[in-house]
């Protein structure tokens, strides 16, 4: 078993709002995304980067990190550093950035002091629909976001989280499951071997998957 072609923009005939990644992300900076990742992109405008991730400048340098195998449902929003604000002042506003004689005095280091990195989404992560992360997070393996929710800090693999702001409501798996799942990392491994051992993955088969080959 080949699998779907992770190139193609639309791997489903049936429902061309599937989308994968990968080939929307060629040639963007500070993006990187792995293969067969999707989102749902009912509208089919094929502009998850400038509809979906939001405030994200090269200029900035903060990096979007997507691995394999994720499932980003409709309306799901990725914020980055480029829509923060200094906050060590008595006022939030931009002042410098409508010129006319405000930006005189800015200090650009007030403003990236509140810059929280880059954005790690890990593999085989499933948001669902319109839930909105906030910038600088890392987000483990197999974690599950429910829809709606707004995530503002680290999310653990294997969490599911929901709520605004995101808490955790439990783990998929006991925490030994969930250590040798992440040494085991199937998300890594060729599509043919991934194709032998799909009913391990999709079976919670840990044994299987363990002594695949």
Known sequence: MTGPDPDTLHPMQSYKGTTFLPPLAKGRANVEVGAYSYYDDRDQTGDFFDRNVLHHYDFIGDRLVIGPFCALAYGVQIHMNGGTHAMGGFST????????????????????????????????????????????????????????????????????????????????????????????????WPVDKLGRNLNAIRGADLSALETAT
Not at 127 to 148: D, S
Not at 169 to 178: G, L, N, P, S
Request: glycine share 12%.
């Open 93 to 188: 506003f931009p002042f410098n950035i409508f010129g006319g004689g405000w930006e005189a005095g800015f200090d650009a280091a007030t403003w990236t002091a509140e810059h929280r990195g880059d954005t790690v989404i890990g593999p085989d992560v499933w948001i669902g629909t319109e839930a909105k992360l906030m910038p600088g997070l890392t987000i483990g393996a197999g974690a599950i976001v429910a829809a709606h929710s707004v995530v503002t800090r680290d999310v653990a693999p294997y969490t599911v989280v929901a709520g605004n702001p995101a808490r955790a409501v439990k783990q998929r798996f006991d925490a030994a499951t969930i250590e040798r799942l992440l040494d085991i990392a199937w998300w890594t």
